[in-house]
């Protein structure tokens, strides 16, 4: 089944025209009025440079001004076997269609919103045959089984047009498009950039990319500059000043030899203001009795440090380099 982007939005078409998916890129005055643009020609010359295939708009009151239309656009130098030239369904329509897909033009007949409508259009040799479902759903009508009818008269009867499902509103349009066996969809991109998206993906992705980094990224490539550290006699106070600008709950206590002699935790501020009131922060870090930080070299993968946090229930480890502390990790950093 063809893709085609239904868009005149030129920054999006060439966007989309770098996945390398879609097969063209259908276009209507109406898109062209709503993004301002008023060099009809001028827009139609840059598409056809941008995308494979082109479909726009002939127009005419009667077969011979859209046969000349059609004439007219390819003489802006647009390529005959990569322009589709659309033409909505009539009687003149049909007429123009025939002329020109006998001489060699690609001819897209859409507004189609009858059975009645595609046929002539198939018996006129129409490359494209286009419902557009939206427009008839807003309306209440089966649009679903109207394609469905479509398809089947050009396998029934062996019409070599396409059947283009058109007028898509959301994701599911283009499941039904898929389901119903249509040979081509035109899609917005709006409706275009859900049609990778899952939630399951979503998560399923996440945990690959965590998996991955626990199994491949070193301790000292996921810690951060700050390295929060304290002496023994820093107060209590300028270390709450130290972990509020670094980010941290909690700061290294290390000696003179930048050895880890203590951790001091927001759980312990929390103890001590129990037991001693406000007036603890006056203390020295020294005074209190420290916990024993746990610690992991800075060379070990994340996977070790995930083990650790995991048997130990804690949030932070001080992480050593040759037994020096260079930093803190976070448990959440496993996963940033």
Same mark, same amino acid.
């Given at each position: 089944m063809?893709?085609?982007? @239904?868009?005149?939005?030129?920054?999006?078409?060439?966007?989309?025209?770098?996945?390398?998916?879609?097969?063209?890129?259908?276009?209507?005055?109406?898109?062209?009025?709503?993004h301002?643009?008023?060099?009809?020609?001028?827009?139609?010359?840059?598409?056809?440079? !941008?995308?494979?295939?082109?479909?726009?708009?002939?127009?005419?009151?009667?077969?011979?001004? !859209?046969?000349?239309?059609?004439?007219?656009?390819?003489?802006?130098g647009?390529?005959?076997?990569? +322009?589709?030239?659309?033409?909505p369904?009539?009687?003149?329509?049909?007429?123009?269609?025939?002329?020109?897909? @006998?001489?060699?033009?690609?001819?897209?007949?859409?507004?189609?919103?009858?059975?009645?409508?595609a046929? $002539?259009?198939?018996?006129?040799?129409?490359?494209?045959?286009?419902?557009l479902?939206?427009?008839?759903?807003? *309306?209440?009508?089966?649009?679903?089984?109207?394609?469905?009818?479509?398809?089947?008269?050009?396998?029934?009867?062996?019409?070599?047009?396409?059947?283009?499902?058109?007028s898509?509103?959301?994701?599911?349009?283009?499941?039904n498009?898929?389901?119903?066996?249509v040979?081509?969809v035109?899609?917005?991109?709006?409706?275009?950039?859900?049609?990778?998206e899952?939630?399951?993906?979503?998560?399923?992705?996440?945990?690959?990319?965590?998996?991955?980094?626990? $199994?491949?990224?070193?301790?000292?490539?996921? !810690?951060?500059?700050?390295?929060?550290?304290?002496t023994?006699?820093?107060?209590?106070?300028?270390?709450?000043?130290?972990?509020?600008?670094?980010?941290?709950?909690?700061? +290294?206590?290390?000696s003179?030899?930048?050895?880890?002699?203590?951790i001091?935790?927001?759980?312990?501020?929390?103890?001590?203001?129990?037991?001693?009131?406000?007036?603890?922060?006056?203390?020295?870090?020294?005074?209190?009795?420290?916990?024993?930080?746990?610690?992991? @070299?800075?060379n070990?993968?994340?996977?070790?440090? *995930?083990?650790?946090?995991?048997?130990?229930?804690? @949030?932070?480890?001080?992480?050593?380099?040759?037994?020096?502390?260079?930093?803190?990790?976070?448990?959440?950093?496993?996963?940033?």
């Amino acid at each position: 089944m063809e893709l085609y982007l @239904d868009s005149a939005d030129l920054a999006e078409i060439k966007e989309v025209s770098k996945l390398g998916i879609i097969a063209g890129l259908t276009t209507t005055p109406t898109f062209m009025h709503r993004h301002g643009i008023t060099d009809v020609d001028g827009a139609i010359v840059e598409l056809s440079k !941008i995308v494979d295939v082109l479909q726009i708009e002939a127009l005419g009151a009667n077969a011979e001004e !859209i046969v000349a239309e059609a004439y007219r656009q390819e003489a802006l130098g647009l390529d005959r076997k990569k +322009t589709v030239y659309k033409i909505p369904i009539s009687m003149e329509g049909v007429k123009a269609c025939k002329i020109l897909t @006998d001489e060699g033009f690609l001819v897209n007949i859409h507004l189609v919103y009858t059975l009645q409508q595609a046929y $002539m259009a198939m018996n006129a040799g129409a490359t494209y045959v286009c419902p557009l479902v939206g427009r008839l759903q807003d *309306q209440g009508h089966d649009a679903l089984a109207l394609v469905s009818q479509c398809v089947e008269a050009v396998e029934y009867y062996g019409y070599k047009s396409k059947i283009m499902f058109s007028s898509v509103r959301h994701a599911e349009h283009v499941r039904n498009a898929i389901n119903l066996g249509v040979h081509t969809v035109t899609v917005p991109w709006k409706v275009m950039k859900q049609l990778t998206e899952n939630n399951f993906t979503k998560v399923g992705t996440e945990e690959f990319e965590v998996h991955t980094r626990l $199994m491949t990224v070193k301790v000292k490539e996921a !810690i951060n500059n700050n390295n929060p550290v304290v002496t023994a006699d820093t107060s209590i106070s300028d270390c709450l000043l130290k972990m509020t600008a670094g980010g941290f709950g909690a700061v +290294t206590v290390i000696s003179d030899q930048n050895e880890a002699v203590g951790i001091f935790t927001d759980g312990d501020l929390r103890r001590l203001i129990e037991t001693d009131g406000t007036e603890g922060i006056n203390k020295n870090v020294g005074e209190l009795e420290l916990t024993t930080p746990l610690s992991i @070299d800075s060379n070990e993968i994340l996977f070790k440090a *995930q083990d650790i946090f995991s048997k130990n229930k804690v @949030d932070g480890l001080v992480v050593t380099e040759n037994g020096k502390v260079i930093g803190m990790l976070d448990v959440q950093d496993l996963v940033s």
